[in-house]
């Protein structure tokens, strides 16, 4: 049996989906003035809230419920921002529990889970929502001992009076305390650092991190609903493509198939819209997924079937090798210094397309009604599936609720709704019954939202004494702005300030330069982004720099990134900064400095080793925060890589939860190996080639470090602005990585993956 799901206005949905993106939640400080530009929490959509009443309520019984607003996806968070409302209302941790909110960013403000915001944008109006919460209960004690408040004080779960000896519960005190006026964020009084109890504690254990170990947690996949169906979708092989026809006489036969339906195709821009296809529903996934192989699917080619990555890179190659295209940022004359000049150095460097694949793929269940919708869903972006859903359903958005279950694991794709799209779309035209629609890893792996392919050129002159005169560098690569605009060629300021127009070193002629790239597949947000790509080539080069110059790398490194200073941001054309302001987060090289001396001295730096053993360096700033990684390797007669130890110094300003920057540092370690070693999709005719972990490999146990030390920059000022964590340990790795090997067998890595490369 055969339905249609009959697509909406096109126009009309990306125009929707635009304007919702532009409202500001209720709450939201005003300005100044209307002309003062917006930076970090204040400009992200539905901005922020640290209203008490919508994130914490106590029971008779004492305990404190927190609700956690941003997503969970295996970095901590819904037990870091919970924490800091926990301690700033001096509750007792072992009688509180979080709840995981639902998307709504009217009440919580922005739920985006992604850019490494969720700590630096919400340690404040947490703090604010302990703090509040905590006077109201101070407030409600002194009313009912008829005492002033500033006789009152919360310590650990319950308020006392110590001139009387008088004690209450919070349970006792919180009917009352839920009545009244929620002090005014002026007025706040927020805890010394010297009495945080959790915060900046390197004790504190996941909240349901017992629960996660032993199942009792909810993922996407794990969704289960009353009369619920299951599907997946047969989707076009090449972005663009349609279905022309299609046979399910076969599907049909299969036990437990209960019909075929098709979803609307999507042409260019992909934006969030689901890529259209054949659903197959089914009584469960493994019957849906035979009834999937059984399908005989003729498709309508679309534009992307000409796509070859193997031409698509000699296409970029020539672009970069040729002087021209869009300027980025041009002090002093390079072209003519780098004609001139004593000596030179050119290199190359080459990166794929990359998958998330995260451990699992996406996932999501829906129930339509007639006037709304109710979705369960591992997003990271809540109310971007609020809204995607609502215009693909023609509801408001109050008509459609989503519920956040447990990611495993998102970096970035599950930013993107597409597959929540489809669930909501296929319970519609099953007259609303529940269903899940599920992705298979063959599915996550070929159609998802990839990172993009780039081809880095650099030059650089020398004088005389050996002293950087010239840096040329050109980027080619497809941007994620062509997800929202099909013609768009050049990266957008945000991917070029990850490492290209905001290099901050002391070189006299710099010249930056962006050619031309369309894009061919889908590209979207991936852990760290574009720092991928260009730290690699720049920390990459400098290492040849020094090896050219038989200078030492951590030397060199440090002349050219220069003395301590703070660099206002937009003097390098950087108008982004990662969302945040350039007065409150000047690049700081003093900074960048001290990580590098730090990571050097932590792995013992130039120690002597055995041949074939080395060590690399590499610093990278990112998500405002400074990493610098030493990685040593051994490489044996064969050409296999092994990696005994991996040295990473973060300063990401004040610390919330030690140990999840650990976690997180050494997950990105890890990750950004398995990248660097094996990481790569390619396309033959539009398709991607890979499909699975037979193809697009990621590091097993035998391939990560040995040993991974993290080293913290202390930072006690909480005052002073937070950094991102989740990704900024990510791009030093692979440049550092690739900088061991070439010291230890004299083989220089310029495009990855690495994989066969060192094979004798």
């Known amino acids: 049996m055969k339905d249609n799901i009959v697509n909406i206005s096109r126009r ?61 996806m295996g970095q901590g968070v819904r037990t870091s921002l919970p924490m800091v409302v926990a301690d700033e209302m001096n509750a007792d941790w072992s009688r509180c529990t979080v709840i995981q909110a639902d998307g709504n ?73 839920a009545d009244l006026p929620v002090p005014e964020r002026t007025k706040l009084i927020h805890k010394s650092k010297d009495d945080f109890k959790y915060i900046g504690k390197s004790a504190n254990k996941l909240i349901d991190g017992q629960d996660i170990a032993t199942g009792q947690t909810e993922y996407g996949m794990d969704v289960r609903l009353e009369n619920m169906v299951y599907a997946v979708v047969a989707h076009p092989p090449a972005y663009g493509d349609s279905v022309k026809s299609y046979d399910d006489t076969e599907t049909l036969k299969v036990p437990g198939v209960i019909k075929t339906l098709t979803l609307p195709s999507s042409p260019p821009p992909a934006v969030f ?73 050119t290199a190359d460097y080459y990166i794929p397309h990359l998958a998330q694949a995260p451990m699992e793929p996406p996932a999501a269940a829906a129930h339509f009604k007639k006037d ?129 127009v905001n290099i901050p070193f002391d070189i006299q002629n710099i ?14 947000w991936f852990r760290s982004v574009s720092n991928i790509p260009h730290a690699f080539a720049v920390q990459s080069f400098i290492a040849e720099m020094a090896h050219q110059q038989k200078r030492d790398h951590k030397n060199f490194l440090l002349e050219l990134i220069g003395k301590s200073r703070k660099i206002d941001p937009t003097t390098l054309r950087d108008e982004w900064n990662h ?37 690399g360096l590499a610093a990278h700033y990112s998500f405002v925060t400074y990493v610098a990684a030493v990685v040593e390797v051994k490489v044996n007669n064969k050409g296999k890589v092994f990696i005994p130890k991996v040295d990473i110094a ?56 040995d040993t991974i030390n993290v080293h913290i920059v202390p930072a006690n000022d909480y005052d002073a602005p937070l950094g991102g964590i989740g990704e900024p340990g990510m791009p030093p790795i692979a440049p550092a990585l690739c900088n061991a090997i070439f010291v230890a067998t004299q083989k220089r890595i310029r495009e990855l993956p690495i994989r066969n490369q060192l094979a004798s």
């Open 12 to 72: 009309e949905f990306v125009k929707g989906f635009a304007a919702s993106g532009l409202v500001l939640a209720v709450g939201l400080p005003r300005l100044a003035s209307a002309e003062k530009a917006k930076y970090g929490r204040d400009a992200m959509p539905h901005g922020w809230v640290d209203n008490p009443l919508a994130f914490v309520s106590i029971a008779e019984d004492g305990t404190v419920t927190i609700v956690a607003h941003r997503s969970e």
């Open 650 to 705: 973060v300063d990401c300003g004040p610390q919330v939860n030690p140990e999840r920057i650990r976690s997180q540092l050494e997950g990105a370690c890890i990750m950004g190996i398995s990248l660097a070693m094996l990481g790569e999709i390619t396309f033959k005719d539009g398709v991607a080639v890979q499909n699975n972990f037979d193809g697009y490999e990621v590091t097993r146990m035998n391939g990560i470090p």
């Open 372 to 500: 709304s919708c109710e979705i369960w869903a591992c997003t990271q972006g809540p109310q971007a599936a609020v809204d995607n859903v609502a215009k693909w359903l023609e509801l408001k958005p109050e008509q459609v609720t989503v519920h956040v279950t447990l990611l495993g694991g998102g970096f970035g794709r599950k930013s993107k709704p597409d597959y929540v799209v489809e669930a909501a779309l296929t319970s519609k035209a099953l007259g609303g019954r529940p269903v899940k629609v599920v992705w298979t890893r063959e599915d996550d792996i070929q159609h998802g939202y990839f990172h993009t392919v780039s081809y880095e050129h650099l030059e650089a002159a020398f004088d005389e004494k050996g002293k950087t005169q010239a840096w040329l560098h050109r980027t080619v690569a497809p941007s994620i702005s062509s997800t929202f605009d099909a013609s768009s060629q050049h990266q957008m300021p945000i991917e070029l300030g990850m490492g290209v």
């Open 273 to 345: 819209n689901p890529l259209g296809g054949v659903v197959v529903v089914a009584e469960n996934t493994w019957a849906a997924i035979q009834g999937r192989e059984k399908l005989k699917v003729k498709w309508e080619t679309g534009p992307n079937r000409e796509y070859d990555s193997i031409a698509f890179r000699e296409q970029m190659k020539k672009a970069a090798n040729s002087k021209g295209g869009k300027v980025l940022r041009q002090v002093g004359d390079s072209y003519q210094v780098l004609n001139k000049a004593s000596s030179t150095i």
């Open 105 to 177: 960013e009217q009440k919580y403000g922005n739920q985006d889970t992604d850019g490494s915001r969720s700590i630096r944008h919400f340690f404040m109006p947490m703090r604010n929502v302990g703090a509040a919460a905590r006077m109201m209960l101070e407030t409600a004690a002194a009313t009912m001992w008829a005492v002033p408040v500033s006789e009152v004080q919360a310590i650990d779960h319950e308020v006392v009076h110590n001139a009387s000896g008088r004690k209450a519960d919070f349970g006792e005190l919180a009917k009352t305390a």
């Open 579 to 615: 969302g945040e302001s350039p007065e409150l987060y000047p690049l700081n090289t003093g900074r960048l400095r001290n990580v590098i001396e730090l990571v050097t001295e932590k792995a013992d730096w130039g120690k002597k080793l055995p041949q074939g053993q080395a060590q």
């Open 511 to 524: 010249q930056l330069e962006n050619p031309a790239a369309q894009a061919h597949t889908r590209i979207g």
